[in-house]
């Protein structure tokens, strides 16, 4: 079955330093989405990606899915204390039934 | 908008034993997800609803899991028995999709954590 995978794990950061985290599916996906999920908390929803190449940006967040479809990435700039959290990509590789499969997150900490 | 709300919020329960779990999604949003989410891993979905219809069930251990969205507003989903490797964090989510218009975004609901001993 599809699978979605992210790296790295865990990130520690200095407040103010960059932040990026990979996702790569093993099919070609139609969309891709990206939740943040706070400790302790439950993920909320970030932003979806549907075209190939496509790049989206919310304030100091940027998300790019690749061209082939397969891979996608976040990147905060100049992060803060508030970013904490783990960043969950999850792909859609179309079908009929429009299933989720979500990777294992990434951790971000930041050191203020 | 009220969101998702999921009952109870924290349970523990020994090995062998059953527990059901409720959700209420929001308003108006025909699909409805069971997730499990080991700790340190991502949401897994166990069972996909589209109204009160299964759209896919395909990672849900039917042996001892069962789940119903009955009329099609809120879903129960159950164990019997319970596992140890249950322990985990069970989340309800929602969605407007509306068939044939792809993915839309999933609103969580805060998650039940249960502990089997």
């Known amino acids: 079955g599809q699978q979605v995978m992210q790296i790295p794990q865990y990130q520690h950061v200095q407040e103010g330093e960059d932040f990026t985290t990979y996702c790569n599916s093993s099919?070609?996906?139609?969309?891709i989405q990206w939740y943040k999920q706070r400790p302790g908390g439950h993920p909320v929803f970030l932003i979806q990606l549907v075209k190939s190449g496509e790049v989206k940006k919310q304030k100091r967040l940027t998300f790019q899915f690749g061209e082939a479809k397969k891979n996608s990435s976040l990147h905060i700039t100049a992060t803060q204390t508030t970013d904490v959290g783990t960043y969950f990509c999850a792909g859609e590789s179309g079908g009929s039934n429009y299933k989720l499969t979500f990777g294992k997150g990434t951790l971000l900490t930041v050191n203020p | 908008e009220a969101g998702v709300a999921q009952s109870p919020r924290y349970k523990i329960i020994e090995k062998r034993q059953s527990v059901a779990f409720w959700c209420n999604p929001i308003s108006g949003h025909a699909t409805l997800y069971w997730y499990q989410q080991i700790l340190g891993q991502g949401p897994k979905l166990l069972i996909q609803f589209q109204n009160n219809g299964v759209v896919d069930d395909s990672q849900l251990p039917k042996d001892r899991f069962s789940a119903e969205r009955l009329k099609g507003v809120d879903s129960t989903l159950k164990i019997q028995p319970a596992k140890l490797e249950d322990s985990a964090v069970y989340l309800c989510?929602?969605?407007?999709?509306?068939w044939g218009a792809g993915v839309e975004e999933q609103y969580f609901g805060p998650g039940t954590r249960l502990t089997v001993t």
């Open positions: 099919t070609t996906l139609s969309n």
């Open positions: 989510a929602s969605s407007l999709v509306s």
